[in-house]
């Protein structure tokens, strides 16, 4: 069993900053797909950021790459998100998800556990 908490989001101006972090509870037996997902009114939700954990290597679309990273402390066990440079379009709820991973991508694979989420508003 796997539980989420997102924690972080807020309301920013366009080119500002914010950092999304997800406390925790896995079985640290496993490894892990982590992902953030966001979702829009209105859009399907699409996957920001992706981390194999622990330890392993990330992965982002496009629409983030250089703006957002995804990273785990395993001292706390928290995943987080730095995103800069924020758009008006980066605006969404946010959610923390995880899967077990036994290999392949982490940005195709189903997620299994996921967070409430946390709102994140960006404005022009």
């Known amino acids: 069993q796997v539980q989420l908490v997102e924690s972080g989001g807020g309301s920013v101006q366009a080119g500002g900053s914010l950092r999304l972090s997800c406390a925790i509870s896995?079985?640290?037996?496993?490894?892990?797909?982590m992902g953030w997902f966001r979702q829009a009114p209105g859009k399907e939700r699409e996957g920001v950021a992706y981390i194999i954990a622990p330890g392993g290597g990330t992965s982002y679309p496009d629409s983030v790459k250089g703006r957002f990273t995804i990273s785990e402390d395993n001292a706390s066990n928290t995943l987080n998100l730095q995103m800069n440079s924020l758009k008006p379009e980066d605006t969404g709820m946010y959610y923390c998800a995880a899967a077990f991973w036994i290999g392949g991508s982490c940005s195709t694979i189903r997620y299994n556990y996921w967070g409430r989420g946390t709102q994140v508003t960006v404005s022009s």
């Open positions: 896995r079985n640290m037996a496993f490894h892990y797909c």
